[in-house]
């Protein structure tokens, strides 16, 4: 059983920063990628973030300059940096973790909120 512990802070101003990290737990075979979802409510999960098999970061057009992921693959861990945050930022940011045969597993969520 794949468990995955988000961590992090959930309150900001417009303009400030925070920093999530999560940390996948138990028998995990080959991964395909670790990374970020957010999600509002009534809508579709989105990528944020995350690192690819191999090293590459991947970035949604809407956090490129703003946000930064960086992680650990040993220890299973992945971090988001975000910085220049926007009141539109406000969402449910989800911990992935998925496998190269493309299961994915799901951290609780983290309600981020970034006040104007």
């Known amino acids: 059983q794949v468990q995955l512990v988000e961590s992090g802070g959930v309150l900001a101003q417009a303009g400030g920063s925070l920093r999530l990290s999560c940390t996948a737990s138990?028998?995990?075979?080959?991964?395909?990628?670790m990374g970020w979802y957010r999600h509002f409510p009534g809508k579709r999960r989105e990528l944020v973030a995350r690192i690819v098999n191999g090293g590459s970061h991947e970035y949604a057009d809407f956090v490129k300059g703003r946000f930064t992921i960086s992680g650990d693959n040993a220890e299973n861990t992945v971090n988001l940096q975000m910085n220049s945050l926007k009141p539109e930022d406000t969402a449910v940011y989800s911990c992935?973790?998925?496998?190269?045969?493309?299961?994915?597993?799901w951290g609780r969520g983290t309600l981020v909120t970034v006040s104007s």
């Open positions: 992935n973790l998925r496998t190269i045969d493309l299961l994915d597993y």
């Open positions: 138990g028998i995990i075979f080959a991964r395909n990628s």
